[in-house]
């Protein structure tokens, strides 16, 4: 299994008590505090593990876009990501998550979107941690 060549940065956050507890990051500045949605039967009243999760993928995949978009020469400042989790049980026993992202980037013809869409999800840290272990859905709004 491949890893980076070289580490740039490294994040270690902290749990406790699960999906009922709390989470932080070492450094200090964040931490959330953690619950079972409703769905799963709990009370809804916190975090998610698919929460921190879509929010690192679209503030991710929009950091890839923007970098190829850059190699490009075109602008995608404006663009949009929004990353949309799931988790279910899985065929066999477990549970499995599955990703949507939307994209929008105003001022882009829709091929040149979708192109730059498919570019970053080849550079996106996220899209290949995940790519062949998950389904993950590109959209291009």
Request: charged share 15%.
């Amino acid at each position: 299994m491949a890893g980076p060549t070289q580490v740039a940065f490294r994040a270690k956050a902290t749990a406790q008590g699960g999906r009922d507890g709390k989470v932080a990051l070492e450094q200090g500045g964040v931490w959330f505090a953690m619950a079972i949605p409703k769905s799963m039967g709990g009370s809804g009243e916190g975090s998610t593990p698919e929460d921190l999760f879509a929010l690192g993928y679209a503030s991710c995949f929009n950091s890839a876009l923007l970098f190829v978009a850059r190699a490009q020469g075109k602008d995608a400042s404006k663009a949009k990501v929004t990353c949309d989790v799931g988790i279910g049980p899985k065929e066999g026993g477990g549970f499995a998550l599955e990703a949507a992202l939307t994209v929008h980037i105003p001022g882009l013809a829709a091929e040149e979107a979708k192109a730059l869409v498919e570019a970053a999800h080849q550079v996106c840290p996220y899209s290949n941690a995940t790519r062949g272990n998950m389904p993950v859905t590109l959209t291009v709004a």
